[in-house]
Each structure stands twice: as structure tokens, then as C-alpha cells.
């Protein structure tokens, strides 16, 4: 099935430093959604985005949905070890459908 | 306020047998969907339940099959397994009225199968 292009698919960094990732479609969606996903557990919504241009932020999380609606990104300033795991972008057309997922990017933290 | 809680947490199945999974949606949240999400990447839209009918569905075979109780708890059932099924299964449930459908995953349940 579909899944949205996640880059990058993995990152080591320094603790302290910031980290930027992006998601791109090939098709527009309404709401771009953020997940941080730990070890043996389900996705935890970290930032929603309802419309074109938005810019959000969450703590030292922040997130923006593309001009286009075919892409978004997310920035997590001075990274702290707790930031370590996977985290998704999700695509959704209208509320209540289903979400398109990316294949995710690995935050490896060094403190 | 106990969120989504899927069980089992593990189990192992052998090739050509059936399965059956369950859900029981966060307190309020009357729509379940299930996603596949194999190992590395992200999670699949395999079908949405809401009173108790299948709303959506994804592209999965119909070996895949679910249902909704009127309390919101769902299963998937999973037949003839095959050994590309083996993954994590997340449920995710969320409130149909309103604006943002904020969906709420579970912890999910590891199948493997052998």
C-alpha cells in the first residue's frame, strides 16, 4: 500500500543538537500528523496540522504542513536522550480516514 | 482513564491457522481501526469499525476480517495465515463526531508465524 517518503530513515546525533526531518506524498492530504513510536509500544501523537502553511509547535518539538499539502516536517530542538525512538508522519485526507503512514526515522541520541 | 488495550501481546501461529485478535477502545471512542505494521516500517490501514460495520478498508485480502461489538470492542481475524503475516497489529480508536478524529493506538499485538 501507500506510505508517505520519510527522510531521513535514521539519524545518530549529539544530545543538545537539533534535528530536522521531512515527509513528502505524491498525493495531497488535509491533515499531516506526527507519531513518536518507543520500543514495544503503539504511536503517540505528538503534533496535528489542519491546514496549509500551519506551524506548530509542541515544546521543543515543531512541526509545519506544507504550502502544497504534499509534504511536512518536523524539528525537535536540543535533543535530550528521552527523544531517542522511531517517529512517523501520517497523512489523513479528511477526519475520521485512514492515516497513510511514513516508514519512519530512527533518533539515536548520544548523550 | 484507561486507554486502548489489545490482547494478546504475543502469541505464535503456525502457518495455515487462524487468529483472532481483540480491542477494547479508549473510554468515550466509538470507532476502532486496525493497522499491520511490519517490522521497520510504518503502520498499514487494514479496515475502520463504527456501529458496529466495516467504514473503510485498506488493501488487504479477505483473509482479514473484523467485527465491532456494541460495547466499541473489535476483533481482527486473520485466516490461513501465511508467514508474511507475521508483524506487530496496532488497534486505534478515536470518537467519530468532531472535527480532528485524534486516534488513540494500543500497544499492539506481536504475531509470528512459523
Known amino acids: 500500500g501507500q506510505q508517505l517518503n520519510q527522510s531521513p530513515q535514521s539519524m545518530f546525533i549529539q544530545e543538545g543538537e537539533d534535528v530536522s526531518m521531512n515527509c513528502t506524498s505524491s498525493?495531497?492530504?488535509?491533515?499531516w500528523l506526527w507519531y513518536k513510536q518507543d520500543p514495544g509500544e503503539g504511536p503517540v501523537l505528538l503534533i496535528a496540522?489542519?491546514?496549509?502553511?500551519e506551524l506548530t509547535s509542541n515544546g521543543r518539538l515543531t512541526a509545519q504542513f506544507g504550502i502544497t499539502r504534499k509534504d511536512s516536517f518536523l524539528n525537535i530542538s536540543a535533543s535530550i536522550p528521552s527523544d531517542v525512538g522511531i517517529y512517523f508522519c501520517?497523512?489523513?485526507?479528511?477526519?475520521?480516514?485512514?492515516?497513510?503512514f511514513g516508514g519512519g526515522t530512527r533518533l539515536m541520541v548520544k548523550p | 482513564d484507561a486507554g486502548v488495550t489489545q490482547s494478546p501481546t504475543h502469541l505464535i501461529k503456525t502457518r495455515g491457522q487462524q487468529v483472532t485478535l481483540r480491542c477494547s477502545p479508549k473510554?468515550?471512542?466509538?470507532?476502532v481501526s486496525w493497522y499491520q505494521q511490519a517490522l521497520g516500517q510504518g503502520p498499514q490501514f487494514i479496515f475502520q469499525?463504527?456501529?458496529?460495520?466495516?467504514?473503510q478498508r485498506g488493501n488487504f485480502p479477505d483473509r482479514f476480517s473484523g467485527h465491532q461489538f456494541p460495547n466499541y470492542s473489535s476483533e481482527l481475524n486473520v485466516n490461513a495465515l501465511l508467514l508474511g503475516d507475521s508483524a506487530l497489529y496496532l488497534c486505534?480508536?478515536?470518537?467519530?463526531?468532531?472535527?480532528?478524529?485524534?486516534?488513540?493506538f494500543g500497544s499492539g499485538t506481536r504475531l509470528t508465524v512459523v
Open positions: 486505534a480508536s478515536s470518537l467519530k463526531q468532531g472535527i480532528f478524529y485524534g486516534y488513540t
Open positions: 498525493s495531497i492530504f488535509n491533515t
Open positions: 496540522l489542519y491546514k496549509a502553511g
Open positions: 501520517a497523512g489523513q485526507l479528511y477526519a475520521g480516514n485512514m492515516l497513510t
Open positions: 473510554s468515550g471512542h466509538d470507532t
Open positions: 469499525y463504527y456501529e458496529e460495520e466495516e467504514r
